[in-house]
């Protein structure tokens, strides 16, 4: 697909992948093709350090991000980070690349707080998930993550309720807590609550109802009218704002109102800068924070939200947000990424490089 896509109408300008597996795949591509990858929730963790993932963009957050602040979360839940000692948390995920993201951090803080990871992979599609509930039934762990996707989640909550274990001790990462992931088990998903990239579900907010004013009411809108601030339209209507403002800020350097170049648009990319009035003078107030990158931060921010499913629709129960402890991501980021750049025989771009 980004083969065919990558040449027409003369070369693509940015590439969104939507798939962690694809992401790995075209990570060696991208500094061939000098096609940006926005690759928002989503992807390589240690993509953050863009000196090595030079055309790589987790932005707004990675799975390594969601695995901290759920371990910050859980913490709170249970009264303290000293209370996760000798607790037991248990991983039910999606068994390919993006299910494992998941896995580092977990280990990583386990040594520091001193719970137990029991893993438990889930082969795709997700349908059979009988064995694993039995485990969970057996094990009974405290805490339950779940980084599923599509038909994975609504069978994941399924077997919670069979087996009876409690839905408000699952956390869900930003994959597995849309509207489609609970919709269809209503109640029985009660109380199940899951991570948002910032925002969660919107139709309050100002972007959505302009949305709703200037397109579907004059009958130029695509896709069905309901779905307008769902959780999903959401993170797609966010991505594609950031490949934008990665274009506008391009024009800035090398000339408005022209067609930019993916090494253009990478620039851009790498120098972000949307504060709060710019969020909030496009529709954004009180849906997400600022963003900022740079050659070594292609993430831009690490911000999450827990919101909660109330049986018919998403909620915020509190106003806490919650930002990723860089403090014990950020020496990961860079050992990680390291390696990758040894193994590739790569070298990290230099600060100069960087400014060029």
Not at 52 to 74: D, H, K, M, R
Not at 228 to 234: A, N, R, S
Request: net charge positive; glycine share 12%.
């Amino acid at each position: 697909m980004k083969k065919r896509l990558k040449g027409m109408h003369g070369g693509a300008t940015v590439f969104q992948p939507l798939s962690t597996g694809g992401t790995f795949a075209l990570t060696e591509k991208a500094p061939k093709d000098k096609i940006p990858l926005i690759t928002a929730g989503y992807g390589r963790s240690e993509s953050q350090n863009g000196a090595v993932f030079a055309w790589n963009f987790p932005l707004l957050g990675t799975y390594w991000v969601g695995s901290e602040v759920a371990i910050q979360y859980i913490a709170k839940k249970m009264g303290g980070v000293a209370n996760l000692k000798g607790k037991k948390i248990a991983l039910v995920y999606h068994d390919s690349p993006y299910g494992k993201e998941a896995i580092p951090v977990l280990e990583e803080l386990s040594k520091k707080y001193g719970y137990s990871v029991q893993l438990l992979p889930v082969a795709a599609p997700g349908v059979e998930q009988k064995a694993t509930w039995l485990q969970i039934r057996q094990a009974r762990p405290d805490f339950v993550l779940l980084s599923g996707w599509g038909v994975m989640n609504l069978t994941a909550l399924r077997e919670a309720q069979a087996t009876g274990y409690p839905r408000d001790k699952m956390l869900g990462n930003w994959w597995s807590g849309a509207e489609p992931d609970v919709r269809d088990v209503g109640e029985g998903a009660k109380g199940y609550s899951a991570m948002t990239l910032q925002h969660g579900a919107e139709p309050d907010s100002k972007v959505v109802k302009d949305i709703l004013a200037t397109l579907h009411a004059k009958g130029l809108g695509t896709g069905p009218k309901e779905e307008v601030g769902d959780v999903l339209y959401m993170r797609g209507l966010i991505s594609a704002m950031l490949a934008v403002e990665g274009v506008r800020k391009a024009q800035e350097r090398y000339g408005k109102g022209k067609v930019m170049t993916g090494e253009q648009v990478r620039w851009g990319l790498e120098h972000l800068d949307l504060d709060q009035k710019a969020l909030d003078a496009m529709g954004f107030a009180g849906v997400m924070r600022p963003v900022q990158t740079s050659c070594l931060d292609h993430m831009g921010s690490s911000w999450v939200r827990i919101h909660t499913w109330n049986g018919k629709k998403w909620e915020f129960l509190s106003p806490d947000w919650y930002q990723a402890d860089a403090n014990t991501l950020r020496p990961m980021v860079m050992l990680a990424s390291g390696k990758y750049a040894e193994e590739k025989k790569q070298a990290p771009r230099t600060p100069e490089e960087c400014n060029k």
